[in-house]
């Protein structure tokens, strides 16, 4: 080999390594998609007049079906419920006290009571009869580990609890929208 004046070329007897200074992922490992997918639901006191616990099922949102067929793993980035009440201004519903919005990301236990409830560091004060928004983000090492997509499990749950209301009566509609990471295609 002719050598350039300033460039140092090695023996006959030594390979160079000439490709990437850092091996390559497969396209289906690297492959980010991140969707916000939503429902909506009745909210409705239950025969003991109370109503606890929304968390994030992933079987709940019409569309899971389509992303759990392509990609294998997911993390949630961030949850909100918005809570709008349908008899806002006729009040005709006459058990409707103020109560709570809680985020629990351990379990999905409901709040033993008011106390338990209003004793939570994340703590909110709402009524069911004007509109309000809950959102909870990803936070620590531990949300942000992928799942698989398959046998999900609920996380980070956000928990209203009401009591003391009309037992069965309609009280609004909440709409939740999941923000989801998926990566990993099939």
């Given at each position: 080999?002719?050598?350039s004046?300033?460039?140092k070329?090695?023996?006959?007897?030594?390979?160079v390594y000439?490709?990437?200074s850092h091996?390559?992922?497969s396209?289906s490992e690297?492959s980010l998609?991140?969707?916000?997918?939503?429902?909506d639901l009745?909210v409705?006191a239950s025969?003991?007049?109370?109503?606890?616990?929304?968390g994030?099922?992933s079987t709940?949102?019409?569309?899971?079906?389509?992303?759990?067929v392509?990609?294998?793993?997911?993390r949630?980035?961030s949850?909100?419920?918005h809570?709008?009440?349908?008899?806002?201004?006729g009040?005709?519903v006459?058990?409707?006290r103020?109560?709570y919005?809680?985020?629990?990301?351990?379990?999905?236990?409901v709040l033993?009571?008011?106390a338990?409830?209003a004793s939570?560091?994340s703590?909110?004060?709402?009524?069911?009869?004007?509109?309000?928004t809950?959102t909870v983000?990803m936070?620590?090492?531990?949300?942000?580990?992928?799942?698989a997509?398959?046998g999900?499990?609920a996380?980070q749950?956000i928990?209203?609890?009401?009591?003391g209301?009309t037992?069965?009566a309609?009280?609004?509609y909440m709409?939740?929208v999941a923000?989801v990471?998926?990566?990993?295609?099939q």
């Amino acid at each position: 080999m002719p050598r350039s004046r300033g460039q140092k070329v090695p023996a006959d007897s030594v390979q160079v390594y000439r490709g990437p200074s850092h091996l390559a992922q497969s396209a289906s490992e690297t492959s980010l998609r991140v969707a916000q997918l939503s429902y909506d639901l009745q909210v409705a006191a239950s025969a003991g007049g109370t109503f606890t616990t929304v968390g994030f099922f992933s079987t709940a949102y019409n569309s899971w079906a389509s992303y759990a067929v392509i990609y294998k793993e997911f993390r949630l980035l961030s949850l909100s419920v918005h809570f709008q009440p349908s008899n806002r201004y006729g009040k005709s519903v006459t058990n409707c006290r103020p109560g709570y919005v809680v985020v629990d990301r351990i379990n999905a236990t409901v709040l033993g009571g008011r106390a338990v409830a209003a004793s939570n560091e994340s703590a909110r004060l709402v009524t069911l009869e004007d509109p309000w928004t809950f959102t909870v983000r990803m936070s620590g090492a531990e949300e942000s580990q992928y799942q698989a997509t398959t046998g999900v499990t609920a996380l980070q749950w956000i928990k209203p609890y009401f009591d003391g209301l009309t037992n069965f009566a309609e009280y609004g509609y909440m709409h939740q929208v999941a923000l989801v990471e998926f990566r990993g295609t099939q």
